[in-house]
């Protein structure tokens, strides 16, 4: 592939998982957001944090609806999305383990979902779900307004009357010290409900794969300093696609890599 013509514009936008993908390799980010090149295959994996995504937010929205589903009800929908994200038109579905299959995985997804929805409290109030936002920044020394940072928060609710953001992830493992503090998704998340609801809260939900299913529940929090970060992040980011950066970083990450065969 001929990387050496390179569109020299600043993005439109951006999103947490742009960001997150430039910072992993610059490549990547070309391919997948400038180049709109077609992914090779699409890993299992996400289908499975997609449908399991699905089924936690059909739950709440039916709080909000005051029809609330039934676990039974929610572990369906899962099963309904999970097999229309496995069987949808597009790149084909990579397995990571050769022994994984649409039952095992229907299986290890009710199985996290009967935790969840045991352990998990529910909200007083459901205020949305999957609910749009935008992040807008200005760089302070050029006072040059830097490309929005466009996502969706996985739901807003209500504990006693204040105000949570939910971000529901699904992990091989509990999230470390050194993960929660610095993760850049949650930073970006933090400080953008900060300037809808100064006094919210962001709480991480964690519904683990492990053999004993379990959920981890975080509250995480954000200072002056990680938002200085993010504000560099961002300006750094989008100054390098103007400049046409996009060299490749190769690591064990290219193996799973859906652009490994157009990357060279
Ligand atoms: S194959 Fe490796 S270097 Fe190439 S785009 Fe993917 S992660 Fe980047």
């Not at 399991?52 to 029809?67: C, K, P, T, V, Y």
């Not at 998704?185 to 053999?211: H, P, S």
Request: glycine share 4%; with cysteine; hydrophobic share 40%.
């Amino acid at each position: 592939m001929d990387f050496d013509t390179v569109e020299l514009s600043h993005p439109s936008h951006l999103s947490p998982s742009s960001l997150g993908t430039f910072l992993r390799c610059p490549r990547q980010y070309r391919l997948r957001y400038i180049d709109r090149a077609e992914p090779a295959f699409r890993a299992a994996e996400l289908a499975f944090g997609s449908a399991f995504h699905a089924a936690f937010q059909a739950w709440l929205a039916s709080i909000a609806d005051g029809r609330v589903l039934t676990d039974e009800e929610v572990r369906e929908r899962f099963k309904v999305e999970l097999h229309a994200e496995l069987h949808a038109p597009g790149p084909p579905i990579l397995w990571k383990d050769s022994e994984a299959s649409e039952e095992q995985f229907e299986a290890l997804g009710e199985k996290m979902l009967a935790v969840l929805l045991t352990k998990f409290a529910a909200p007083d109030r459901v205020l949305g779900v999957e609910v749009p936002f935008e992040l807008w920044l200005t760089e302070p020394e050029s006072e040059r307004e830097l490309p929005p940072v466009v996502g969706a928060f996985d739901a807003l609710v209500e504990y006693d009357g204040r105000v949570h953001l939910l971000e529901l992830k699904t992990a091989a493992r509990r999230w470390g010290e050194d993960q929660l503090r610095d993760n850049l998704q949650l930073t970006t998340y933090a400080q953008a409900i900060e300037e809808r609801a100064a006094d919210a809260e962001l709480t991480l939900v964690v519904a683990l794969k492990t053999r004993e299913s379990a959920i981890q529940v975080e509250r995480v929090t954000r200072d002056a300093g990680d938002q200085r970060d993010l504000l560099e992040t961002i300006a750094s980011v989008s100054r390098a696609v103007r400049a046409g950066v996009d060299h490749p970083v190769r690591s064990w990450q290219c193996r799973t890599c859906p652009f490994l065969g157009v990357c060279r």
